[in-house]
């Protein structure tokens, strides 16, 4: 069957159904690891952590697969990445600016 | 008539650019950044108040000036409501997959179900607004009030555009002036629906689940 995908200069073609499928399903399984963390005691030490990191997976999938960030140009990428790293430095220095992390 | 088709054919060509990308995206990505720069300054503000609240409500169980509070966020619900957003992500994704090769049945099924799920999203958050103000959290109750309320009710008023969005292509391909070749416009809706997703799984992990 045709496909009205036009590739861009630098990107590759998308997934398929079965790619968006099996994406979904590992993030559903990522966000029930979420909410099963949270009401384990014994990993509560580590538990930012540990949700710290299983968002970053979660958006880290959505951004690369559904976003078509892994297979669109690169400048797309770095667009992104730019607004997404002025933001947590702008959360690093609100919250160093109010807690007086350096101080 | 010919003529005008001719003249449309060539408006779509006229697209063509020196990075050989189609401007129309690149300002989607340009807007999604200085959104991430919005949103990056709500959650900000969201942990730099948070448990800094002299009374109650607080999201977590807490004691304030030797008053017992009761936890107000119930996490079972926003996990739902997290699944269902992120499950409208895999529908929108399906839409695009089914326009891009000439399904307009697929694109419509795929594009109301996105719609739908995104729907359900707000309602629960309506529901959980409504819910936490009846337990007494208001906007200007305490610093949590305030912050929770604006950076959620933000995200959801993202939400209601996405929706808007969808269903106003939802009409377009029905009244059949949405064609296959026009698939970008399926994409750009879908890059907004997705940025909405990621938003709240960066919200759902630091405003409900991380600790104090």
Same mark, same amino acid.
């Given at each position: ?19 968006? #499928?099996? #994406? ?5 399984? $990522? ?8 009401? *384990? ?18 958006? @880290?999938?959505?951004?690369? @697969? ?12 770095? $667009?992104?990445?730019?607004?997404? *790293?002025?933001? *947590? ?5 609100? $919250?160093?600016? @109010?807690?007086? $992390?350096?101080? | ?9 060539? &408006?779509?060509?006229? =697209? ?27 959650? /900000? ?67 109301? &179900? ?20 009846? =337990?007494?959290? /208001? ?6 009030? %305030? %912050? ?9 008023? =993202? ?54």
């Amino acid at each position: 069957m045709a496909t009205h995908q036009e590739l861009e200069p630098g990107g590759h073609a998308h997934p398929g159904a079965k790619e968006y #499928v099996a #994406v979904a399903v590992v993030l559903a399984f $990522l966000t029930s690891i979420e909410v099963a963390v949270y009401y *384990i005691d014994y990993v509560r030490p580590w538990l930012a952590h540990m949700l710290l990191v299983l968002s970053a997976a979660k958006f @880290f999938l959505v951004a690369a @697969f559904f976003m078509h960030l892994k297979f669109d140009n690169r400048l797309f990428s770095s $667009l992104f990445v730019g607004g997404l *790293i002025l933001a *947590i430095s702008l959360g690093i220095s609100l $919250l160093a600016l @109010f807690h007086n $992390l350096f101080v | 008539m010919e003529h005008a088709v001719a003249s449309a054919h060539a &408006a779509e060509h006229e =697209h063509e650019t020196s990075t050989g990308l189609d401007n129309r995206k690149l300002v989607m990505w340009a807007f999604l950044a200085s959104d991430c720069l919005f949103f990056g300054s709500f959650i /900000s503000t969201y942990m730099i108040y948070r448990g800094r609240s002299p009374t109650g409500p607080c999201p977590h169980e807490c004691v304030l000036n030797g008053v017992h509070y009761e936890g107000i966020f119930s996490i079972p619900y926003t996990s739902v409501s997290a699944f269902v957003l992120l499950m409208s992500s895999l529908t929108m994704v399906l839409a695009l997959a089914a326009i891009q090769r000439g399904d307009h049945r697929g694109l419509r099924v795929w594009l109301l &179900a996105t719609a739908l799920l995104g729907s359900v999203f707000v309602g629960g958050q309506y529901f959980e607004f409504t819910t936490f103000y009846h =337990h007494g959290l /208001s906007l200007s109750v305490n610093l949590f009030g %305030t %912050t929770f309320f604006v950076l959620t009710g933000f995200h959801g008023a =993202h939400v209601t555009v996405g929706i808007i969005m969808l269903l106003s292509l939802l009409l377009t391909s029905l009244l059949g002036r949405l064609p296959a070749s026009d698939s970008l416009t399926v994409e750009l809706t879908g890059l907004y629906w997705h940025f909405v997703d990621v938003v709240w799984i960066v919200i759902f992990t630091v405003v409900y689940l991380l600790p104090a």
